[in-house]
């Protein structure tokens, strides 16, 4: 399943926001694999989820973070680098390519954005993640600001 860049942007699932712009930098809120309330992908990395299916997923949630920030800063355009990215993959007992499932996500931003795109990044294996989907995936992002 692939995106292609037309990732729209979901609500939040509690009391926060997608996205807050504080003195240039956009800090994004942990994106999962949904459209509106629908989870698009499910399960842990390395027992129901494979790890092409997951680096589909990372790219959706790569999308939806672009989209978010797009849309609090006023478009793409004002993106000027993306900065940090982590990745958190609910990962099976014995799964350890928690990398190669972000991959998915770096290689997106880097497709959309070109060298905007490139980024520094963690990823993280852990036991659960909302709604039981496989990757969640947060990011900071250098922007100009509105004008």
Do not use: W
């Not at 807050?20 to 989820?49: F, M, N, T, W």
Request: negative net charge; aromatic residues 4%; proline residues 3%.
């Amino acid at each position: 399943m692939s995106t292609d860049g037309l990732a729209g942007v979901n609500k939040p699932g509690g009391n926060y926001v997608p996205v807050v712009i504080h003195g240039g930098l956009a800090y994004v809120s942990g994106q999962l694999p949904r459209c509106g309330e629908d989870l698009l992908y499910s399960g842990k990395v390395g027992a129901a989820v494979d790890i092409k299916d997951a680096q589909e997923a990372a790219a959706l949630c790569a999308d939806l973070c672009i989209s978010a920030v797009s849309h609090a800063a006023g478009g793409e355009d004002k993106i000027v680098q993306v900065l940090k990215v982590v990745g958190y993959v609910a990962s099976a007992q014995g799964f350890t390519q928690q990398s190669q499932v972000v991959n998915g996500a770096s290689d997106r931003l880097i497709e959309r954005l070109g060298e905007r795109g490139r980024h520094a990044r963690t990823s993280i294996g852990v036991a659960e993640l909302p709604r039981g989907a496989p990757i969640e995936l947060e990011m900071v992002v250098a922007v100009r600001s509105q004008s």
